[in-house]
Structure formats: C-alpha cells, structure tokens
C-alpha cells in the first residue's frame, strides 16, 4: 500500500468512529430536549463554534469571490449533515447503534457508487463494476447480520 495513504485512512477511520459517537451524545440532547431536531441544531451550533474558534486561529482567509461562483447545490453540505444528524438521534434509541450505523454506511455505499459512476460533482469517474457492486452487496448482506445478531 502507498506509504502516504496511512494518514488520510486513519484520520477516515477516526471520523468514523466519531460518527459513531455523536448518534449517542445527540440522542441524550433529543431526550433531555424532547426533540431530534433540537438535538441537532444543538450539535450544529456546538460543531459550528468549533469550527469558527480552530478557523479563525489558523484557517486561510480566502474572501468571498471564491464563492460567487458555486452552483447553489453547493451550499447543501449542511443540510445534509443536518438531516442525518437529526434522523441518528430519532432511530439510535429504536433501531441500536450498531443497525444505525450499518445502514448509514449501507446508504452511503449506494450513493457513492451512483456518484463515482456518474462523475458527480467533478469527482473522477469510477463505473460499477462487478466487483464494485460485490463489495456494496456485502455491505447489505452485513447490515442484515448486525440487524439479527
């Protein structure tokens, strides 16, 4: 393997877990806020500052001309992390992490193949392969033996 692949896979593998952490932390704001989506305006807002603090502390300050010309499809990475966020601190406590989880990655695998074959968003083309489609297809197959175990 690439020697300079180590770092971005373990930095993949630490996001993932940190998915995996914050369905939990965010189920104990919905249950003491009796609301997901407060749950995860919360989480935003907390993730929001943080990331103001570590950007104003070191981040480059590019202006807004970079911006002006994004396509508005763009602008809804957010929403999209929202919408998980809020939905993970809903089911966590009726499907279990595990099955959350596992079908999160299942939904991700899908897309990413539909992504990747299409080229979306400037991304270099990746057709669905057999072995591709293999792969996504043992992810369901392990979602289902999370789900029973």
């Known amino acids: 393997m690439n020697p300079g692949l180590w770092v971005p896979i373990l930095l ?5 877990g940190m998915v995996a952490l914050q369905a939990p932390t965010n189920v104990l704001l919905a249950k003491a806020g009796g609301s997901p989506l407060l749950a995860a ?4 807002a907390v993730g929001t500052t943080a990331l103001l603090v570590v950007w104003l502390v070191g981040g480059p300050r590019p202006g807004m001309a970079p911006f002006a010309t994004l396509p508005w499809y763009a602008w809804l990475g957010g929403v999209y992390g929202a919408v998980f966020v809020a939905i993970a601190a809903y089911a966590a406590p009726r499907l279990g992490l595990a099955t959350l989880i ?3 990655i299942a939904g991700q695998i899908v897309v990413a193949l539909w992504l990747d074959h ?13 072995m591709r489609l293999a792969g996504a297809l043992l992810v369901v197959v392990g979602v289902m033996l999370v789900r029973r175990g």
Do not use: H, N
């Open 102 to 104: 596992t079908l999160g």
């Open 12 to 16: 993949a593998l630490l996001a993932g």
């Open 41 to 44: 305006l919360i989480s935003f």
């Open 118 to 130: 299409v080229g979306a968003f400037g991304l270099p083309r990746a057709g669905i392969s057999p």
